[in-house]
């Protein structure tokens, strides 16, 4: 029995905001973010637009490209760091704005990382029976959490979400293999205070704002992600060269092509898309995905690698034969 994942979709707000409207309410330059971190532009909700709608966009359009409806859902897993509320989870949300009155729904809390932990969570509902098909959505309101004063964090943010169906298939005898093969999850609470932000209901009652040590994160971020891509790799026995795609979280070009570098990938089978989302935090490994299933690079049969790393520390990766 295979976890396969059988639709993609998106949803970005049409809000686009470029280096050089930055530029005129902080003391930044386009030359300075395309160099440090390779952003362009980033796309930011409307007032009034919730993390819970972007994720519902992204999971109609998941839903068309799988050819289903909601009728053949049996769990929503919402990765996010932003949630409309405390609490209901966004998934809850999602669930009653697509009608859908069966079933379960529930968020996933690891920051960047949360898609590839929603995609690890799926499979194991699917493989312990208690999912058929899951929608694995990763969607944030990143913007909510910036100090749009602070130079150092609020260029490298933009809002968004991206979505899968995975579908449980039981591989006849000799078919070929297909599916979620491996998943590597980490985390190391010890990191918590290089990334993260100052509020919550249980601190300050507010919603605070992100703080990060930029340079402190880089230097974790390549040996991390290598790590776990190597893992996951081994698990399943395989090696690097036998990858065609490599989908890691889109916080940084420099960090993406650190790693890619240290795999040995060449450029060409790498996914970038930091450029035109910016860090959409959990939806950015879903959004890179979209990208590349729509103009036709992932095609049915590829090896494909998400990767992800963020606030925690988390990291992870997940190893899918499309
Ligand atoms: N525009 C212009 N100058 C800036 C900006 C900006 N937006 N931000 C910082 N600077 C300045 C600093 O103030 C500093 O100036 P100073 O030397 O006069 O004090 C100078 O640039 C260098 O600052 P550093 O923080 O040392 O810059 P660095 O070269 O490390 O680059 C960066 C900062 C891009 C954040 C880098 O540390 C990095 O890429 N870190 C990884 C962090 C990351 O990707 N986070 C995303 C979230 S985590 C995740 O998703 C994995």
Not at 143 to 170: K, N, Q
Request: with cysteine; hydrophobic share 45%; glycine share 10%.
């Amino acid at each position: 029995m295979r976890s396969v994942v059988r639709g993609v979709g998106s949803y970005l707000p049409a809000k686009v905001v470029t280096n050089e409207e930055l530029a005129k309410t902080v003391d930044t330059s386009d030359e300075w973010i395309q160099q440090r971190v390779g952003i362009k532009e980033r796309h930011i909700a409307a007032e009034g637009e919730y993390t819970s709608d972007l994720a519902t966009a992204a999971a109609r359009a998941a839903l068309d490209n799988a050819g289903l409806t909601v009728e053949d859902i049996d769990l929503i897993v919402v990765a996010t760091t932003t949630p409309d509320y405390t609490f209901p989870s966004a998934a809850s949300l999602v669930q009653m704005k697509l009608g859908m009155n069966h079933g379960f729904a529930f968020d996933i809390q690891a920051v960047c990382s949360g898609f590839v932990y929603a995609v690890a969570t799926a499979d194991s509902y699917i493989k312990n029976g208690m999912a058929r098909r899951v929608l694995v959505i990763g969607a944030e309101t990143f913007s909510r959490l910036l100090d749009w004063t602070d130079r150092t964090t609020c260029v490298l943010f933009g809002d968004g979400a991206g979505a899968i169906v995975m579908e449980r298939v039981d591989l006849a005898p000799g078919e070929p293999e297909r599916g979620v093969l491996t998943s590597a999850l980490r985390s190391d609470g010890r990191h918590w205070d290089k990334l993260y932000v100052d509020g919550g209901p249980s601190t300050t009652g507010t919603t605070g704002v992100v703080h990060m040590q930029g340079p402190e994160v880089f230097r974790h971020a390549v040996g991390k992600i290598t790590d776990v891509v190597y893992a996951s790799l081994e698990q399943a026995g395989y090696t690097v060269d036998d990858l065609d795609w490599f989908v890691p979280h889109q916080a940084n070009k420099r960090i993406i092509e650190g790693a890619g570098a240290k795999l040995g990938l060449p450029s060409e089978k790498v996914i970038m898309t930091v450029d035109i989302h910016a860090n959409t935090s959990a939806a950015s490994v879903p959004l890179a995905l979209s990208v590349a299933v729509a103009d036709g690079r992932i095609k049915q049969g590829d090896l494909v690698m998400l990767e992800a790393m963020g606030g925690g520390f988390t990291w992870g990766a997940s190893l899918i034969r499309w």
